[in-house]
Structures are given as C-alpha cells and as structure tokens.
C-alpha cells in the first residue's frame, strides 16, 4: 500500500450539501478500491490564480490516503468525469 495525497477543487456555485457530497464521493471511491482515508483537510472557498470556466472562486480539499498502486488511475478517472470537481491532482507522497 501507497500513500498518496489527492487534492481537488469543487464548483464554488454547489450548495452546502452538494460540496459535502462531492467529498463524500472522493471518499467512497478510495474506500471502495480497497484504499483507506487517513486525513481529510477542507481548505474552503479560496479564489482561483486564474479563471476556469468563468469561474474565479472554488471549494478546495486535500486528502491522504493510502491504497493499492492502480487506485490512482481509477480516482483520477472518476474525478475526470464528474461534473462537480473542477480541478483535482493526485501526487504519491511515499516517494521523497
């Protein structure tokens, strides 16, 4: 098992619920991919350096999580197609 760090941005115009559901989400394909959440750190509404489709503020959130080396090709993948997460990396924090 890796350790890994992913961090995304959600759509800032997402109600409340809608932005705890999109975390949720992120959770629920580690978990679910054998991986295991060990920190969730919710930076909030920050502004963007620079406008992503027209939008100039979003919800950031950074997680660390363990799993197996093909969990990060599957998240990213998941994350590539949902419509509420704007921007997201993944980056193995085991490698120094």
């Known amino acids: 098992m890796s350790k890994y760090e992913v961090m995304f941005i959600v759509d800032a115009d997402l109600e409340e619920d809608q932005k705890e559901g999109a975390v949720n989400f992120v959770k629920d394909v580690i978990t679910g991919a054998a991986g295991e959440v060990e920190k969730v750190d919710i930076w909030g509404m920050r502004k963007l350096a620079y406008p992503i489709q027209k939008k100039n503020e979003g919800f950031y959130t950074v997680m660390e999580f363990t799993g197996p080396p093909d969990l990060p090709k599957e998240l990213d993948r998941r994350l ?3 419509d509420n ?10 490698a120094k």
Do not use: E, T
């Open 80 to 82: 590539k197609i949902s």
């Open 85 to 94: 997460i704007v921007r997201h990396i993944i980056v193995n924090i085991d």
